[in-house]
C-alpha cells in the first residue's frame, strides 16, 4: 500500500524515532523487536528491506547532525566494531544503486564499492526533497540520452576512472550499466552482438572525439585513459596498429600514422559514422569540413591555350558537366539503361595542362573537386589498400548526396593504380595491386558521377579501363602556335616575332614555359632591371637536362 501525504506520514519524524532507539543499541533483538513496526513502515516507504532502511534512517538522521556522515559515524552511532559492519556492504550498495544514496568510494573490480572507515555518504537531494515534503518516494527517472550524450557519458566514466584510480575492470561494468540504461539507441543494439565491452568502450571513446569533438583519437593516450594493466594494453595496442582489432575488421575504425615517429590515431571510418549517426550521417557529412575537398571558388581562373583537336574535346567535356545539362544527360542515360557515370582520363606527357584542364573545367561548371592522393592508397599493411580505395568512392558518392551539385572525383598523377595487372604473379605485391585494380574496376563500372584521372602514361594503361573511361583525352606537346600564344599570355611585353622565336627553337610544355617565366620574374626583382632576349634564350637553354649539343641532336634547338 502506497503511503501519502494525505494520510499525514511524517516521514521525518518516523526518522528521528528511530535513530534516538538505535543510538547505542549495539542493535540488540531487544531493540530491534522496538522498532520493528516503525521500520516495516519504513520500509513500505522506501521499498526496501529493514536493514536498508535502518542504515539509509541512520545516514539521514547523522547528516541533519554534521555535513558529512563516513562509516566510522555509522560504527560509532550502532556501538558495532568494524568486522560487524561488514554486514551492510551489500546494503549498502543497493541504496547506492537505487540511488537513494550517494559516496565518495570508488567501485571496484566488481562493480561494487570496498568501503573503508573513513568513506563518506550522503543522501541524495533527489530523495531528501521527498522525505521533507512527505511525498512518496518516487524512482529517480533517467534521462534518455541521444547518441551525443551517451559517448560523452563513457567518456566522462573513462576519465572519472582515470581521476578516482578506478579498476579497467569497474569500468567496463559502469560502461555496461550505462549501455542498459540506454537500450533504445539503435546504434547500441547493432554492435553489441559483434563487439565485446572493451571493443565496445574503445568504440564509444573514439565516437566521442570524432563526433563530439570533430578530432582523431591518439592511440597511445586512449588505450592508457582505458587500461590499467600494462601488458593488456601493448597488446590492445598492437592489434590495432596491425589492424587484426575487431575494430578495423568491421570497419568502425581506421588506424593511421600520425606526424611524429611511432604515433598513431584513431579515426572514424565513414561506415562507423554512419552506424552511430543514422539519419543524422548526412548533416554530419554535410556540416563536417572535407579536408580533400578544393572549393571552385578557390581556384583560380586561367587561360589555357590548346590545340584544335584538343581544344574541342575538353569543351565537349565542359559543356556535358554544366549542371542542368549533365543532369539532363544522367536522366536520359537512366532511361536507355546506360551507364550514367562520366569518367575521363586526361594522359600525356608531364606539364601538359592536363591537371589545370581538370581545375578550370571545375571552375567553369561550378563544381568542387574531391581530390585523391593516390600514394595515399598504398598501405604498408595488407588489406589496407584496398579498404582506402572503397572508402574514397564511399566518401565521394557521401558529397554528393549531401551537395547541391556533385563534385569531381580527381584522381591527379594516377599512374600507380592504372598501370597493367600483374600476371602470374605470387608476390604480395602483386596481389595487393590486383586488387586495388579489381575494385576499381567494379567501381567505375557502377560509377554515377564525375571522375576525372590524370596520368603520364600512354602506353602502359591497362585495356580493361578503356571502356570505363567515357572521356580519353590525349594532351601532346603544344604546336609551335600554341606555344607562341603561351609565351605571349605568360610573357608580358614580348613581341608576337620573338613568341615565335622561342616557340620554334625550344620543345617546351606549359609547364616548361612556366619554369622559364619564373626565372625571369626572380632576375627582374634581383636586379630591378628586365631580362633582355639573349638573356631569357639562355634560360630557356639551361631548362632541359641537355646540353647544346644534345638539344640539336634531338631537334629541340632549329635554326
Known amino acids: ?129 521527498q522525505i521533507y515534503a512527505s511525498k512518496p518516494i518516487q524512482k529517480k527517472k533517467d534521462e534518455l540520452l541521444d547518441i551525443f550524450g551517451f559517448v560523452k557519458e563513457v567518456s566522462d566514466l573513462i576519465k572519472k576512472r582515470e581521476d578516482e584510480g578506478i579498476d579497467t575492470e569497474g569500468l567496463f561494468l559502469s560502461v555496461e550499466e550505462l549501455e542498459q540504461k540506454n537500450s533504445h539507441l539503435i546504434p547500441l543494439g547493432k554492435i553489441e552482438p559483434l563487439l565485446g565491452i572493451e571493443d565496445r568502450t574503445l568504440l564509444y571513446e573514439i565516437v566521442d572525439d570524432n563526433i563530439n569533438y570533430e578530432a582523431p583519437s591518439n592511440l597511445d593516450k586512449t588505450l592508457n585513459d582505458i587500461y590499467d594493466n600494462t601488458k593488456v594494453r601493448r597488446g590492445k595496442s598492437k592489434e590495432l596498429i596491425e589492424r587484426t582489432s575487431k575494430l578495423c575488421e568491421l570497419e568502425y575504425v581506421e588506424v593511421e600514422e600520425a606526424r611524429f615517429a611511432n604515433d598513431f590515431i584513431l579515426q572514424l571510418t565513414n561506415k562507423g559514422i554512419e552506424v552511430f549517426m543514422q539519419e543524422d550521417a548526412d548533416l554530419f557529412f554535410k556540416n563536417k569540413k572535407v579536408k580533400s575537398l578544393l572549393a571552385y571558388g578557390d581556384i583560380t581562373q586561367k587561360e589555357l591555350f590548346y590545340d584544335t583537336t584538343l581544344a574541342e574535346e575538353v569543351s565537349f567535356l565542359t559543356q556535358s558537366l554544366m549542371n542542368d545539362r549533365f543532369t539532363a544527360l544522367q536522366e536520359r542515360l537512366s532511361n536507355m539503361n546506360l551507364a550514367k557515370g562520366v569518367a575521363s582520363i586526361f594522359y600525356g606527357l608531364p606539364g601538359t595542362g592536363k591537371t589545370e584542364t581538370a581545375y578550370q573545367i571545375a571552375k567553369a561548371t561550378s563544381r568542387d573537386v574531391f581530390m585523391v592522393d593516390i600514394s595515399q592508397t598504398k598501405s604498408m599493411w595488407f588489406g589496407e589498400s584496398e579498404k582506402k580505395v572503397k572508402e574514397i568512392f564511399n566518401s565521394y558518392r557521401r558529397l554528393c548526396k549531401t551537395m547541391p551539385v556533385s563534385p569531381i572525383l580527381l584522381f591527379n598523377e594516377a599512374d600507380a593504380i592504372l598501370n597493367k595487372r600483374h600476371t602470374n604473379s605470387n608476390s604480395n605485391v602483386g596481389q595487393t595491386e590486383n586488387a586495388i585494380q579489381n575494385i576499381l574496376l567494379d567501381e567505375l563500372e557502377r560509377f554515377e558521377g564525375i571522375l576525372i584521372a590524370t596520368t603520364n602514361l600512354q602506353g602502359n594503361l591497362d585495356a580493361a579501363y578503356e571502356r570505363r573511361f567515357l572521356f580519353k583525352v590525349k594532351f601532346d606537346k603544344p604546336s609551335v602556335e600554341v606555344k607562341s600564344k603561351i609565351w605571349l599570355n605568360k610573357l608580358n611585353g614580348i613581341d608576337e616575332a620573338f613568341a615565335i622565336r622561342l616557340a620554334k627553337s ?19 626583382v634581383l636586379t630591378s632591371v628586365r631580362p633582355s632576349n639573349d638573356e631569357i634564350f639562355g634560360f630557356c637553354k639551361t631548362e632541359k637536362l641537355l646540353s647544346v649539343k644534345d638539344l640539336k641532336k634531338v631537334g629541340f634547338l632549329q635554326s
Do not use: W
Not at 46 to 69: D, R, W, Y
Not at 507 to 521: L, M, Y
Open 1 to 129: 500500500m502506497e503511503i501519502t501525504a494525505s494520510e499525514n506520514f511524517n516521514a521525518v519524524q518516523k526518522i528521528t524515532q528511530i535513530a534516538k532507539k538505535l543510538e547505542d543499541s549495539a542493535i540488540s533483538d531487544e531493540v530491534m523487536v522496538e522498532i520493528k513496526d516503525d521500520l516495516e513502515g519504513l520500509s513500505e516507504y522506501l521499498e526496501a528491506t529493514p536493514q536498508q532502511s535502518m542504515l539509509f534512517f541512520i545516514i539521514f538522521g547523522l547528516q541533519t547532525k554534521m555535513f558529512n556522515v563516513d562509516m566510522s559515524d555509522i560504527i560509532l552511532f550502532l556501538g558495532i566494531n568494524c568486522l560487524d559492519a561488514l554486514n551492510f556492504k551489500n546494503d549498502l550498495n543497493i541504496l547506492l544503486k537505487k540511488s537513494y544514496i550517494e559516496t565518495d568510494c570508488p567501485k571496484g573490480r566488481y562493480g561494487g564499492h570496498s568501503f573503508g572507515k573513513a568513506n563518506s555518504f550522503t543522501i541524495s537531494t533527489f530523495v531528501s526533497d
Open 506 to 524: 625550344f620543345d617546351f610544355s606549359g609547364g616548361e614555359i612556366d619554369n622559364i617565366v619564373r626565372k625571369i620574374t626572380m632576375k627582374e
